[in-house]
């Protein structure tokens, strides 16, 4: 059965009642809209309820949005990485054309150009790896 909207009862239901005429019919079609109103109110406030689901709802939107961050930081570290070993080259080139060829001094400048190349990359892969495997928190 419908609850009047009052001053007192402003949560009413919106379905009006069947006016007092009416027959068997009308009264049971409006008893079922009745339920399915009352279900509907308790399945939302059942879901309001369940902070269990609220939790991982919440801890799966979060995780979604930590993956794509570390997606996103995996891929401009390996950018940045890709170009830095571009100019390394460009600069390793660029050095030995400037070099006698005196294998001596060749080679004493492959090992300072590899060594500077070391010194860059391997740092950025490092914080990139230990990044992605931290915990989000």
Known sequence: MST???PQNPAAPPSPEPPKDAG????QRDIERTREELG???EALAAKLDFKAQ???KADAVKA???SAAAAARKQVTDTAALASGRLSEISRK???NVPKDGTQRTQLMVAASGIAAAVIVPLIWR???RSSRPSQ
Do not use: H, K, L, Y
Not at 24 to 27: D, L, S
């Open 4 to 6: 009047p909207i009052t």
């Open 128 to 130: 990139a790896c230990t």
């Open 40 to 42: 509907d109110t308790v």
């Open 95 to 97: 050095a030995s054309e």
């Open 24 to 27: 068997p019919e009308e009264i």
């Open 55 to 57: 939790a991982r709802n």
């Open 65 to 67: 949005r930590a993956g």
